[in-house]
Protein backbone atom coordinates (compact mmCIF):
# COMPACT_ATOMS: atom_id res chain seq x y z
CA UNK A 1 0.00 0.00 0.00
CA UNK A 2 1.46 3.18 -1.13
CA UNK A 3 2.18 5.53 2.11
CA UNK A 4 0.32 9.03 2.50
CA UNK A 5 2.21 11.37 0.83
CA UNK A 6 2.48 8.89 -2.04
CA UNK A 7 -1.31 8.60 -2.25
CA UNK A 8 -1.17 12.45 -2.72
CA UNK A 9 1.74 12.54 -5.02
CA UNK A 10 -0.50 10.28 -7.28
CA UNK A 11 -3.57 12.52 -7.10
CA UNK A 12 -1.10 15.09 -7.97
CA UNK A 13 0.92 13.58 -11.06
CA UNK A 14 -2.65 14.65 -12.56
CA UNK A 15 -1.92 18.05 -12.44
CA UNK A 16 0.31 17.47 -15.74
CA UNK A 17 -1.98 16.15 -17.81
CA UNK A 18 -2.74 17.98 -21.06
CA UNK A 19 -0.02 20.47 -22.46
CA UNK A 20 0.84 21.11 -18.51
CA UNK A 21 4.06 22.79 -19.18
CA UNK A 22 3.23 25.39 -22.04
CA UNK A 23 3.36 28.37 -19.52
CA UNK A 24 6.65 28.26 -17.53
CA UNK A 25 6.52 29.56 -14.24
CA UNK A 26 8.72 32.29 -12.92
CA UNK A 27 10.24 32.11 -9.68
CA UNK A 28 9.33 35.66 -8.44
CA UNK A 29 6.36 36.63 -10.76
CA UNK A 30 3.97 33.53 -9.47
CA UNK A 31 5.98 31.53 -6.72
CA UNK A 32 7.08 34.48 -4.62
CA UNK A 33 3.45 35.63 -4.08
CA UNK A 34 2.28 32.12 -3.00
CA UNK A 35 5.32 32.07 -0.18
CA UNK A 36 4.29 35.56 1.04
CA UNK A 37 0.80 34.53 1.32
CA UNK A 38 1.00 30.94 3.08
CA UNK A 39 4.40 30.62 3.82
CA UNK A 40 7.05 33.17 4.99
CA UNK A 41 5.26 33.96 8.06
CA UNK A 42 7.25 31.20 9.01
CA UNK A 43 9.66 30.58 6.79
CA UNK A 44 11.19 34.25 6.53
CA UNK A 45 8.39 36.59 7.59
CA UNK A 46 10.23 40.32 8.06
CA UNK A 47 9.05 42.07 11.34
CA UNK A 48 8.14 45.71 11.40
CA UNK A 49 11.51 45.86 13.23
CA UNK A 50 13.58 44.22 10.60
CA UNK A 51 13.83 40.95 11.54
CA UNK A 52 13.38 37.98 9.68
CA UNK A 53 11.51 35.00 11.25
CA UNK A 54 11.96 31.52 10.31
CA UNK A 55 11.55 28.14 11.54
CA UNK A 56 14.70 25.76 11.36
CA UNK A 57 17.08 27.19 8.51
CA UNK A 58 14.23 27.47 5.97
CA UNK A 59 13.93 31.33 4.30
CA UNK A 60 11.76 30.61 1.77
CA UNK A 61 12.63 34.65 0.84
CA UNK A 62 15.73 33.27 -0.34
CA UNK A 63 16.94 31.74 -3.88
CA UNK A 64 19.58 29.57 -2.26
CA UNK A 65 17.41 28.78 1.07
CA UNK A 66 14.34 27.36 -1.44
CA UNK A 67 17.65 25.21 -3.32
CA UNK A 68 17.65 22.93 -0.52
CA UNK A 69 14.26 21.94 -0.58
CA UNK A 70 13.61 20.24 -4.28
CA UNK A 71 15.53 18.61 -7.05
CA UNK A 72 15.78 20.14 -10.29
CA UNK A 73 12.86 18.01 -12.81
CA UNK A 74 11.84 15.64 -9.85
CA UNK A 75 9.20 17.41 -8.12
CA UNK A 76 8.38 13.70 -6.40
CA UNK A 77 11.88 13.75 -4.95
CA UNK A 78 11.13 17.33 -4.02
CA UNK A 79 10.01 18.23 0.20
CA UNK A 80 8.87 21.69 -1.50
CA UNK A 81 6.30 19.90 -3.35
CA UNK A 82 5.80 16.56 -1.82
CA UNK A 83 5.03 18.15 1.91
CA UNK A 84 2.02 20.27 0.14
CA UNK A 85 0.20 16.95 -1.42
CA UNK A 86 0.97 14.90 1.84
CA UNK A 87 -1.79 14.04 3.85
CA UNK A 88 0.29 12.95 7.07
CA UNK A 89 -1.21 15.48 9.73
CA UNK A 90 2.03 15.34 11.42
CA UNK A 91 4.24 17.02 8.66
CA UNK A 92 2.35 18.35 5.66
CA UNK A 93 2.54 21.96 4.75
CA UNK A 94 1.12 24.70 5.54
CA UNK A 95 0.40 23.13 9.22
CA UNK A 96 -2.27 25.37 9.27
CA UNK A 97 -5.26 27.12 7.89
CA UNK A 98 -6.39 25.93 4.31
CA UNK A 99 -4.34 23.77 2.44
CA UNK A 100 -3.11 24.94 -0.68
CA UNK A 101 -5.31 24.84 -4.12
CA UNK A 102 -5.06 22.53 -6.90
CA UNK A 103 -3.99 25.03 -9.21
CA UNK A 104 -1.13 26.28 -6.05
CA UNK A 105 0.16 22.69 -6.10
CA UNK A 106 0.42 22.48 -9.64
CA UNK A 107 2.61 25.77 -9.81
CA UNK A 108 5.28 24.45 -7.60
CA UNK A 109 5.20 20.72 -9.16
CA UNK A 110 5.32 22.49 -12.74
CA UNK A 111 8.41 25.16 -11.36
CA UNK A 112 10.23 22.20 -10.04
CA UNK A 113 9.76 19.95 -13.41
CA UNK A 114 11.04 22.74 -15.42
CA UNK A 115 14.09 23.06 -13.82
CA UNK A 116 14.02 24.90 -10.41
CA UNK A 117 15.15 28.42 -12.46
CA UNK A 118 15.93 31.90 -10.36
CA UNK A 119 16.34 33.27 -13.84
CA UNK A 120 15.70 36.94 -13.65
CA UNK A 121 15.29 36.53 -9.43
CA UNK A 122 14.40 40.52 -8.42
CA UNK A 123 15.09 41.58 -4.59
CA UNK A 124 12.08 43.71 -4.51
CA UNK A 125 9.70 40.94 -3.75
CA UNK A 126 11.76 39.37 -0.95
CA UNK A 127 9.92 39.16 2.02
CA UNK A 128 7.56 41.85 1.53
CA UNK A 129 3.80 40.99 1.91
CA UNK A 130 1.10 42.74 0.79
CA UNK A 131 0.37 45.08 3.70
CA UNK A 132 4.13 45.77 4.28
CA UNK A 133 4.23 47.14 0.53
CA UNK A 134 1.20 49.46 1.50
CA UNK A 135 2.48 50.42 4.62
CA UNK A 136 5.68 52.06 2.43
CA UNK A 137 5.86 55.97 2.22
CA UNK A 138 2.54 55.86 4.51
CA UNK A 139 2.56 58.53 7.69
CA UNK A 140 0.61 57.71 11.09
CA UNK A 141 -3.54 59.25 10.88
CA UNK A 142 -4.61 62.26 11.93
CA UNK A 143 -5.17 61.58 15.94
CA UNK A 144 -8.16 63.88 15.62
CA UNK A 145 -9.83 61.97 12.95
CA UNK A 146 -9.05 58.42 15.10
CA UNK A 147 -10.69 60.16 18.52
CA UNK A 148 -13.69 60.98 16.14
CA UNK A 149 -14.72 57.20 15.54
CA UNK A 150 -13.32 56.36 19.12
CA UNK A 151 -15.77 58.40 20.67
CA UNK A 152 -18.07 56.63 18.34
CA UNK A 153 -17.59 53.25 20.08
CA UNK A 154 -15.40 51.92 17.20
CA UNK A 155 -12.20 49.52 18.45
CA UNK A 156 -9.25 51.51 16.37
CA UNK A 157 -6.16 49.50 16.21
CA UNK A 158 -2.66 49.38 14.65
CA UNK A 159 -2.02 46.37 12.35
CA UNK A 160 1.13 45.59 13.80
CA UNK A 161 3.57 47.33 16.54
CA UNK A 162 4.76 50.77 15.22
CA UNK A 163 2.59 50.16 11.67
CA UNK A 164 0.95 52.90 9.97
CA UNK A 165 -1.73 50.75 8.82
CA UNK A 166 -5.17 50.74 10.80
CA UNK A 167 -7.81 48.11 11.28
CA UNK A 168 -11.39 49.64 12.94
CA UNK A 169 -14.39 47.43 14.10
CA UNK A 170 -17.66 48.72 14.58
CA UNK A 171 -19.05 45.49 16.02
CA UNK A 172 -18.82 46.61 19.52
CA UNK A 173 -21.12 50.09 18.12
CA UNK A 174 -22.85 48.17 16.15
CA UNK A 175 -26.16 48.87 17.54
CA UNK A 176 -25.76 52.54 17.00
CA UNK A 177 -23.28 52.80 13.64
CA UNK A 178 -24.88 53.79 10.76
CA UNK A 179 -24.45 55.14 7.45
CA UNK A 180 -23.68 58.42 8.70
CA UNK A 181 -21.60 57.09 11.49
CA UNK A 182 -18.94 55.72 8.77
CA UNK A 183 -19.21 58.91 6.40
CA UNK A 184 -15.21 59.84 7.40
CA UNK A 185 -13.81 56.80 7.21
CA UNK A 186 -12.69 58.22 3.48
CA UNK A 187 -9.79 60.62 5.42
CA UNK A 188 -8.34 57.21 6.07
CA UNK A 189 -7.96 55.79 2.55
CA UNK A 190 -4.12 56.03 3.10
CA UNK A 191 -4.02 54.02 6.32
CA UNK A 192 -7.29 51.80 6.81
CA UNK A 193 -6.84 48.36 5.57
CA UNK A 194 -9.34 46.27 7.63
CA UNK A 195 -12.91 46.70 8.48
CA UNK A 196 -15.60 45.52 10.51
CA UNK A 197 -19.00 46.78 9.80
CA UNK A 198 -20.57 43.67 11.71
CA UNK A 199 -24.32 43.51 12.45
CA UNK A 200 -24.02 47.09 12.24
CA UNK A 201 -26.95 49.43 10.69
CA UNK A 202 -25.57 50.35 8.16
CA UNK A 203 -27.30 50.35 4.20
CA UNK A 204 -25.77 50.95 0.42
CA UNK A 205 -24.84 54.25 0.97
CA UNK A 206 -22.11 53.58 3.21
CA UNK A 207 -20.16 51.25 0.81
CA UNK A 208 -19.92 54.42 -1.47
CA UNK A 209 -17.56 55.51 1.02
CA UNK A 210 -16.04 52.10 1.85
CA UNK A 211 -15.55 51.69 -2.25
CA UNK A 212 -13.32 54.77 -1.78
CA UNK A 213 -10.91 52.59 0.76
CA UNK A 214 -8.46 51.14 -1.58
CA UNK A 215 -5.86 49.62 0.61
CA UNK A 216 -8.83 47.60 1.91
CA UNK A 217 -7.83 43.65 2.57
CA UNK A 218 -10.51 42.70 5.01
CA UNK A 219 -14.24 43.20 4.96
CA UNK A 220 -16.63 42.67 6.98
CA UNK A 221 -20.61 43.72 5.52
CA UNK A 222 -22.47 40.30 7.27
CA UNK A 223 -25.58 40.78 9.41
CA UNK A 224 -26.43 44.59 7.63
CA UNK A 225 -28.74 45.58 4.84
CA UNK A 226 -26.14 45.48 2.12
CA UNK A 227 -27.72 44.54 -1.13
CA UNK A 228 -26.42 44.12 -4.80
CA UNK A 229 -26.62 47.70 -5.37
CA UNK A 230 -24.16 48.55 -2.53
CA UNK A 231 -21.93 45.64 -4.03
CA UNK A 232 -21.06 48.20 -6.90
CA UNK A 233 -19.73 50.59 -5.35
CA UNK A 234 -17.32 48.14 -3.74
CA UNK A 235 -16.10 47.37 -7.03
CA UNK A 236 -13.09 48.47 -7.23
CA UNK A 237 -11.27 47.61 -4.14
CA UNK A 238 -8.95 44.92 -5.79
CA UNK A 239 -7.03 44.29 -2.56
CA UNK A 240 -9.32 42.60 -1.15
CA UNK A 241 -9.06 39.21 0.31
CA UNK A 242 -11.58 38.71 2.73
CA UNK A 243 -15.16 39.53 2.34
CA UNK A 244 -18.07 38.33 4.19
CA UNK A 245 -22.01 39.13 3.34
CA UNK A 246 -23.11 36.10 5.84
CA UNK A 247 -27.13 37.06 5.88
CA UNK A 248 -27.64 39.60 4.06
CA UNK A 249 -29.74 40.59 0.83
CA UNK A 250 -27.11 39.83 -1.74
CA UNK A 251 -27.72 37.89 -4.69
CA UNK A 252 -26.68 36.50 -7.40
CA UNK A 253 -26.52 39.83 -10.03
CA UNK A 254 -24.37 41.03 -7.10
CA UNK A 255 -21.80 38.29 -7.18
CA UNK A 256 -20.94 39.94 -11.11
CA UNK A 257 -19.18 42.66 -9.28
CA UNK A 258 -16.82 39.99 -7.38
CA UNK A 259 -15.63 38.25 -10.23
CA UNK A 260 -13.26 41.37 -10.61
CA UNK A 261 -12.20 41.43 -7.57
CA UNK A 262 -9.09 38.61 -8.41
CA UNK A 263 -7.52 38.88 -5.08
CA UNK A 264 -10.20 37.68 -2.93
CA UNK A 265 -9.23 34.60 -1.15
CA UNK A 266 -12.40 34.20 1.25
CA UNK A 267 -16.12 35.26 0.90
CA UNK A 268 -18.49 33.72 2.78
CA UNK A 269 -22.20 34.16 1.46
CA UNK A 270 -24.15 31.38 3.51
CA UNK A 271 -27.76 32.93 4.46
CA UNK A 272 -27.71 35.04 1.77
CA UNK A 273 -29.92 35.34 -1.28
CA UNK A 274 -27.76 33.80 -4.00
CA UNK A 275 -28.39 30.81 -5.26
CA UNK A 276 -26.21 27.32 -6.51
CA UNK A 277 -25.81 28.75 -9.97
CA UNK A 278 -24.94 32.29 -8.91
CA UNK A 279 -22.16 30.20 -6.39
CA UNK A 280 -20.91 27.85 -9.19
CA UNK A 281 -20.32 30.93 -11.53
CA UNK A 282 -18.91 32.73 -9.24
CA UNK A 283 -16.42 29.87 -8.66
CA UNK A 284 -15.48 29.31 -12.51
CA UNK A 285 -14.61 33.29 -12.07
CA UNK A 286 -12.56 32.79 -8.75
CA UNK A 287 -10.88 29.39 -9.27
CA UNK A 288 -8.90 30.12 -6.05
CA UNK A 289 -11.59 31.50 -3.58
CA UNK A 290 -13.13 29.61 -1.26
CA UNK A 291 -16.66 30.50 -1.14
CA UNK A 292 -18.77 29.76 1.68
CA UNK A 293 -22.28 29.63 0.43
CA UNK A 294 -24.63 26.68 0.76
CA UNK A 295 -27.04 27.66 3.07
CA UNK A 296 -29.39 25.43 5.03
CA UNK A 297 -32.08 26.37 2.39
CA UNK A 298 -30.21 25.62 -0.19
CA UNK A 299 -29.32 22.32 1.37
CA UNK A 300 -32.74 21.32 2.08
CA UNK A 301 -34.13 22.26 -1.38
CA UNK A 302 -31.30 19.98 -2.69
CA UNK A 303 -32.40 17.29 -0.87
CA UNK A 304 -36.33 17.35 -1.65
CA UNK A 305 -38.03 14.83 -2.39
CA UNK A 306 -40.84 15.54 -5.25
CA UNK A 307 -43.96 15.67 -4.09
CA UNK A 308 -46.16 12.04 -3.94
CA UNK A 309 -49.60 12.41 -5.85
CA UNK A 310 -52.47 12.35 -4.33
CA UNK A 311 -54.69 9.55 -5.03
CA UNK A 312 -57.66 9.58 -7.28
Not at 279 to 296: E, G, M, R, S, W
Amino acid sequence: MLKPWLQGLAVGTLFIAGNAFANKVDFTKDLMPLFEERCIKCHGHVKESGKVVTKGDLDLTKPESVKETFKAGKPEDSSLYTLVISDDEDDYMPPKGDRLTDAQKKLIFDWIKQGGSFEGYSAKAKGETLLQKMAKGVTQADKTILSHFEQQGALVLPLAQKSPLLQINFKPAAAKTDSKSVSRLAELKSQLVWLNLSRSKIDDSALQTVGQLNKLTRLHLDNTNVTDAGLKSIGSLTNLEYLNLYNTKVTDAGLSTLKNLKNLKKVFLWQSKVTEKGVADLQKALPNTYIHAFTPKMIIEKKKEPAKKGKK
